[in-house]
């Protein structure tokens, strides 16, 4: 964890004064619908989250940017069946993702998002052996529809375990963006 930082900030740092003028940030808040499956051979439901944050993308050459930013992301997830348990984990998320920008106000991107856990909670029970940092796989696209509005649309893969029981996270999601270029 202590590399990526690093690697991140070594990005940050060699950039030069012209190309950081080029930023462009954003806040972010949408919603995600999450789901995942379970050891037990129970049944799950979706559950439907939230996701804010702030997130920049800086230019590295050409139509090419790094995405990166700051998430607060809640994955949710319903057992079924006797008794019904509703298990949530809330993450703070670093999205580190390259981002091919079509035109200034479309782009895909395609990273991973580093998810650090803040809580966790279950009707039923604890949440226990909770994965932190969780590094799901990320792919997603990014539209501008005004000069400082957009949204996002993305989809996020945890493969293997996620907590103790817990498996192959996947959620799909759309972020409102507010822009300041």
């Known amino acids: 964890m202590k590399k990526l930082a690093l ?17 462009d940030y954003g806040l972010e808040v949408g919603i ?17 989250g939230f996701q804010f944050g702030a997130t920049a993308h800086f230019p590295l050459s050409g139509p090419l940017h790094l995405r990166t930013g700051l998430l607060y992301t809640q994955r949710p997830l319903t057992v079924d069946g006797p008794p019904e348990n509703k298990v949530t984990m809330n993450y703070l998320d670093i999205p580190v993702a390259l981002m091919y920008k079509f035109e200034e106000y ?12 803040l809580d966790k909670n279950a009707d ?58």
């Not at 690697?7 to 930023?23: E, R």
């Not at 995600?32 to 439907?48: E, L």
């Open 32 to 48: 995600r619908s999450q789901s995942g499956d379970v050891d037990s051979g129970a049944s799950t439901s979706s559950q439907m």
């Open 106 to 117: 479309a782009g895909v991107f395609a990273g991973v998002s580093l998810g650090m856990n």
């Open 124 to 181: 039923i029970g604890n949440v226990t052996g909770v994965k932190s940092p969780l590094v799901p796989l990320l792919i997603g696209a990014s539209f501008k529809f005004a000069p400082d509005f957009g949204i996002a649309l993305y989809y996020e893969s945890a493969s293997g375990e996620v907590a103790d029981g817990l498996k192959d996270y996947r959620a799909v999601g759309a972020n409102l963006q507010i822009t300041f270029d």
């Open 7 to 23: 690697s991140l900030m070594a990005v940050v740092g060699l950039m030069s004064s012209s190309a950081l003028a080029d930023i």
